[in-house]
């Protein structure tokens, strides 16, 4: 779990510090930044924040990919949840 997370890291160009000072409440994340790299990805705000409609962006579904940009969803939405969560 812990190479996962370092893989969300690398893929949101954090530092995995930087990672774990969000996850464990040393720092705040700038979310404009956190969001816009999210989104970027394909992992739809409106689900990340709200957990209705569809995980990813419809131009990212069925793309035949690995489930590489799920488990960036899921990663995204623990991470979220945890800064929220103070």
């Not at 997370?5 to 690398?10: D, P, T, Y």
């Not at 040393?26 to 999210?38: C, R």
């Not at 957990?51 to 995204?76: N, S, W």
Request: charged share 25%; glycine share 16%.
């Amino acid at each position: 779990m812990e190479r996962r997370r370092s893989e969300l890291g690398s893929i949101l160009g954090i530092k995995p510090t930087t990672y774990s000072a969000w996850k464990n409440g040393g720092t705040q994340p700038n979310y404009e930044i956190l969001f816009g790299k999210v989104e970027h990805l394909g992992v739809n705000l409106h689900w990340l924040l709200t957990g209705e409609g569809e995980m990813m962006l419809k131009d990212v579904q069925g793309g035949g990919g690995d489930g590489r940009y799920e488990a960036i969803g899921r990663m995204t939405e623990e991470l979220v949840n945890k800064i929220m969560e103070r």
